[in-house]
C-alpha cells in the first residue's frame, strides 16, 4: 500500500540548533512532493515543493528539502532554527499518473523550538 | 485578498444532530476538497471535487457528504454524526489537482460531537 512515514512525531530544539525532518514514500512511479507546514492555531501553508529538476529545493522562510530518489526519501533541512518556526510540518506526495493528484500525507511532525 | 474561508470555527453538537461546514474561495479555483486531520494521523481526504456537480469520495467519506452547485462553496455534511468524526476539519482548494499545485486552506473547523 502507498503510505508517506515521517520519522520523527515530536522534536524539541533550541533556537539556533540544525533541523532535518525525514520523509520517506512508498510509491512505486514518479511523484511529487511537497512540505507543508502549520504554526499553531493557523492554517496549512505551503514551504515548498518538488516536481523535478535539481533535487535540492528551496523553500520559504529558509527551509530546504533534498529528494533522493533511491531511498525514496524527501527530508526537510534549516541549518539554524528560530522561536517561530515552532510548528507542526506534513510531508505530502502525489503519484504524477494521478489525474486527479490525489495527496497523501504523512502523520506529522511536532516541533518546538525552546528560546 | 485570497483566501478560503470555513465556518463554523468551532462546534459542539450532540450526536445524530445534521450539520453543514461552509467552504468558500475566492480564487476561481476548479478543485476544492475536505479533510480531517487526527492526532498521529496527519490529514485523511474526505471528498474532493474537481468542478461544479462533480465530486468523488477520498479515503474516509463514510458518515460525509458533499455538493457542489457553485465555483466558490464547497459545504461539507454530517447528515448524523458520531463521536468518531470529532476533529479538526481543513477544506483546500486548488487551480489544479493538489498533487500539482499549491493548495490553499481554510483555517479549519474544530469539530466536538457528544
Known amino acids: 500500500a502507498q503510505s508517506v512515514s515521517q520519522h520523527n512525531h515530536h522534536v524539541i530544539l533550541s533556537e539556533a540548533a540544525s533541523l532535518e525532518l525525514g520523509c520517506n514514500y512508498s510509491y512505486g512511479g514518479t511523484v511529487n512532493l511537497f512540505w507543508y507546514v502549520q504554526y499553531p492555531g493557523q492554517h496549512l501553508q505551503l514551504l515548498l515543493k518538488?516536481?523535478?529538476?535539481?533535487?535540492l529545493v528551496k523553500g520559504i522562510k529558509g527551509f530546504e528539502a533534498e529528494f533522493i530518489k533511491s531511498k525514496f526519501s524527501f527530508n526537510l533541512r534549516k541549518p539554524s532554527v528560530q522561536w517561530s518556526d515552532t510548528a507542526e510540518y506534513f510531508c505530502?506526495?502525489?503519484?504524477?499518473?494521478?489525474?486527479?493528484?490525489?495527496?497523501?500525507f504523512g502523520a506529522g511532525t511536532q516541533v518546538v523550538v525552546t528560546p | 485578498e485570497a483566501q478560503v474561508t470555513q465556518n463554523p470555527r468551532y462546534l459542539i453538537t450532540v450526536t445524530g444532530k445534521k450539520l453543514t461546514v461552509t467552504c468558500s474561495q475566492n480564487m476561481n479555483h476548479e478543485y476544492m476538497s475536505w479533510y480531517r486531520q487526527d492526532p498521529g494521523l496527519g490529514l485523511r481526504q474526505i471528498y474532493y471535487?474537481?468542478?461544479?456537480?462533480?465530486?468523488d469520495k477520498g479515503d474516509v467519506p463514510e458518515g460525509y457528504k458533499v455538493s457542489r452547485k457553485e465555483k466558490r462553496n464547497f459545504p461539507l455534511i454530517l447528515e448524523s454524526p458520531s463521536p468518531n468524526q470529532t476533529s479538526l476539519y481543513f477544506c483546500?482548494?486548488?487551480?489544479?489537482?493538489?498533487?500539482?499545485?499549491?493548495?490553499?486552506f481554510g483555517q479549519g473547523t474544530r469539530l466536538t460531537v457528544v
Open positions: 505530502a506526495v502525489s503519484l504524477t499518473t494521478d489525474s486527479w493528484g490525489k495527496l497523501q
Open positions: 471535487s474537481m468542478n461544479v456537480e462533480v465530486t
Open positions: 483546500a482548494s486548488s487551480l489544479k489537482g493538489q498533487g500539482y499545485t499549491e493548495a490553499f
Open positions: 518538488y516536481f523535478s529538476g535539481d533535487p
